[in-house]
């Protein structure tokens, strides 16, 4: 069947340190990605990393790559992920620390993580064309793009 190929699992036997005792965990992770599971993955990546941006923070390109394994993690394998990024942000940073985030994340088959990265990439794509429309809109309709520099705007 076509989409059994999906449903194969691979366990994998992690030793992860918690409070100074040394333990076997095991995950199952996914051999092959579901084109929707992709999607998925994406689309919530897309998602929280646009919520970052609007907040501002400054180290988005250093939160982007480890978010996106993170989201790799959370939708192709059996470690339970939290769903709100604050507590996302925190089993983030808990799971560099002890460096079972690239642990987890090197078990995935390179082809797989790809296909996550060029859906990733064509969303980035389909975004920055409707920005370019919508550039092309404003300079036919004789839109500003320019800052506003009216003076008595400006509260001093």
């Not at 907040?55 to 939290?82: G, Q, T």
């Not at 507590?87 to 808990?94: A, D, F, L, T």
Request: some cysteine; proline content about 3%; hydrophobic content about 40%.
């Amino acid at each position: 069947e076509a989409g059994m190929q999906y449903e194969k699992k691979r366990k994998v036997t992690l030793q992860v340190q918690l409070e100074g005792k040394v333990q076997d965990t095991v995950l199952e992770i996914d051999e092959n990605f579901k084109p929707s599971k992709i999607r998925n993955c994406v689309e919530e990546f897309v998602d929280k990393m646009d919520a970052v941006r609007k907040m501002n923070r400054n180290h988005l390109d250093e939160i982007m790559e480890a978010y996106l394994m993170f989201m790799v993690i959370k939708h192709f394998s059996s470690f339970p992920a939290p769903s709100k990024y604050r507590e996302q942000v925190i089993v983030i940073k808990m799971m560099i620390e002890t460096g079972l985030l690239y642990r987890i994340f090197a078990e995935f088959k390179q082809s797989e993580i790809s296909k996550v990265r060029e859906e990733v990439e064509a969303f980035a794509e389909k975004i920055d064309e409707v920005a370019d429309a919508f550039v092309g809109m404003a300079k036919e309709y004789g839109w500003s793009d320019e800052p506003v520099e009216d003076e008595g705007l400006v509260l001093k």
